[in-house]
């Protein structure tokens, strides 16, 4: 599976700081309970790279999945 494959599968996203100084982001699905821990730089970081591939996506000139059209208006999809 990459980067470009689709998938049914449906999970919750938790991201939040710990009791013990990191940043977790924690994903749960069918079965699967995954607790990714970061330093503040790495999540910092991992950060950075989300909002450069937001701001790709944007680039691209196409609308974003329930965005109706509208610029900025769209929500996140949840798979």
């Not at 990191?22 to 330093?39: C, K, N, Q, S, T």
């Not at 591939?53 to 059209?69: F, H, K, L």
């Amino acid at each position: 599976m990459g980067i470009n494959s689709e998938s049914n599968i449906a999970a919750n996203l938790q991201i939040g700081p710990t009791d013990q100084g990191m940043v977790r982001i924690y994903i749960e699905a069918d079965g699967i309970d995954l607790p990714l821990d970061f330093d503040p730089d790495e999540a910092t970081e991992i950060a950075e790279e989300l909002l450069a591939a937001a701001e790709a996506v944007r680039g691209m000139g196409r609308p974003r999945p329930g965005a109706g059209g509208k610029p900025g208006k769209g929500k996140p999809q949840r798979r």
